[in-house]
């Protein structure tokens, strides 16, 4: 009699397993899909807004709050926040005393709005701010949550992240490559998202 009770016991506990395994690889996979789903949606909206640039020949102006100085106007203005490496202390200890070990690790430094200009890449921050001149902009590298931007005379880098940081790179790449991206008539276009 107990023997059918153990055998009842560890049975159900099987089939609460297995139906725990189940769920969880269901979840797992509908992760993936949703995944796989948003990256390409990241993709079609970069590739359709740079074909909508190339087919126009003109880099769409947008509104923003940055007061402008003459001349200049607005490709790019949207809701970001802004990273940098900070200095982080490390305290050790051993039979020959303590000592501090320093690293560099990614800190949220502000929240804010991101613009980008004709002339600058200005982040107005609650706390912080930065203005770039896009002459000064060595590199932009992107993946799909931001981008990072390196610029000449900081040694710091800075990531921003955005909505969709393919189309964000489009803009800040081409504004520092043609005098006026309102008339692209006269550049070659060349525009290619892998992923």
Same mark, same amino acid.
Request: proline share 3%.
């Given at each position: 009699?107990?023997?059918g009770?153990?055998?009842?016991?560890? $049975? %159900? !506990?099987?089939?609460?397993?297995?139906?725990? /395994?189940r769920?969880?690889?269901r979840? *797992?996979r509908?992760?993936e899909?949703?995944q796989q789903?948003?990256?390409?949606?990241?993709?079609?909206?970069?590739?359709?807004?740079?074909?909508a640039?190339q087919?126009?020949?003109?880099l769409p102006?947008?509104?923003?709050?940055?007061?402008?100085k003459?001349g200049?106007?607005?490709?790019y203005?949207?809701p970001?926040t802004l990273?940098?490496t900070?200095?982080?202390?490390?305290?050790?200890?051993?039979? $020959? %005393? !303590?000592?501090s070990?320093?690293?560099?690790? /990614?800190?949220q430094i502000?929240t804010? *709005?991101l613009?980008?200009?004709n002339?600058r890449?200005?982040?107005?921050g609650?706390?912080?701010d930065?203005?770039?001149?896009?002459?000064?902009?060595l590199?932009?590298?992107?993946?799909?949550?931001?981008?990072?931007?390196?610029?000449?005379?900081?040694r710091?880098?800075?990531v921003?992240?955005?909505?969709?940081?393919?189309?964000?790179?489009?803009?800040?790449r081409?504004?520092?490559?043609?005098?006026?991206p309102?008339?692209l008539?006269?550049?070659?276009?060349?525009?290619?998202?892998?992923?």
């Amino acid at each position: 009699m107990q023997y059918g009770i153990v055998i009842a016991v560890v $049975a %159900g !506990a099987a089939v609460v397993v297995l139906l725990i /395994w189940r769920a969880t690889a269901r979840e *797992t996979r509908r992760r993936e899909r949703d995944q796989q789903a948003w990256r390409a949606r990241m993709y079609a909206d970069a590739r359709a807004f740079a074909a909508a640039v190339q087919q126009k020949r003109v880099l769409p102006v947008v509104a923003t709050n940055v007061i402008l100085k003459p001349g200049e106007v607005a490709f790019y203005s949207a809701p970001s926040t802004l990273y940098e490496t900070r200095e982080v202390r490390h305290y050790q200890t051993d039979r $020959a %005393g !303590a000592r501090s070990l320093g690293s560099q690790q /990614w800190r949220q430094i502000d929240t804010g *709005t991101l613009t980008i200009t004709n002339k600058r890449l200005i982040f107005d921050g609650l706390a912080n701010d930065r203005t770039v001149p896009l002459s000064k902009i060595l590199s932009v590298h992107t993946d799909l949550m931001a981008i990072a931007v390196s610029v000449e005379g900081r040694r710091k880098g800075m990531v921003l992240d955005a909505a969709n940081p393919l189309i964000l790179a489009f803009i800040l790449r081409l504004c520092c490559q043609v005098d006026d991206p309102r008339d692209l008539s006269q550049t070659e276009l060349d525009v290619t998202f892998v992923g």
